[in-house]
């Protein structure tokens, strides 16, 4: 895909984006030297509209709007393959976590795949949010509702309840509350921030 992009007025104008991604991920995005490590041990970067490198790459140009507008961002796994092949110990996955939080901020238009990404991964914090782990049960029922497929995947849910594989209720930690309040805490951080 060769794709133009105008790098002067990117640079002027999207210095802070850089410093921003840079602060919020807490990685040295200006250190990577475009290797391609990170994208050769990705397991998804064959899906992806831009591999893993040139994400990093587009933080580095300031290419904001490109970048949060991107599927990979979304489709990254968060399987740390690539922090843990980068030899300049950058946590791209840390990055990509970041580059999501801030296209939500910004109210970026997802595409359907990127939105249906974004809607796992509310479900998910969701469901830990309010029992203190993961119920995986609570967490698909939750998901295609809000994605209006009601009954997709219910024959694997079915056969995972018949072999106790998954629990109907959800089983709440002792301390629930305790991580409900970390919940709290961070969605006040991030207001103070922006």
Known sequence: MSVAFNLTNSLKD?????????????????????????????PVAFAMDYPPHRVLRMVQLGLKENVLKSQAIWLCAGCSTCTSRCPRN????????????????????LDDRARDVSLFYDCFLN??????????????????????????????????????????????????????KIFQRVHELEGEAR
Do not use: W
């Not at 029992?131 to 219910?154: C, D």
């Open 90 to 109: 950058v946590d791209l996955a840390q990055v990509m976590d970041s580059l999501r939080g801030l296209a939500k901020h910004e109210g970026v238009p």
């Open 14 to 42: 999207n210095m802070d984006f850089i410093n921003i991604v840079g602060k919020e991920s807490g990685q040295p995005v200006e250190q990577c030297y475009q290797c391609g490590k990170c994208t050769a041990g990705c």
């Open 127 to 180: 469901t830990v949010k309010n029992n203190g782990k993961l119920h995986e049960l609570g967490m698909m029922l939750n998901y295609n509702l809000k994605n209006k497929h009601l009954f997709k995947n219910a024959n694997t849910g079915l056969a995972m309840f018949t072999r106790s594989k998954i629990k109907f209720l959800p089983a709440k930690t002792k301390n629930h509350r305790d991580v409900a």
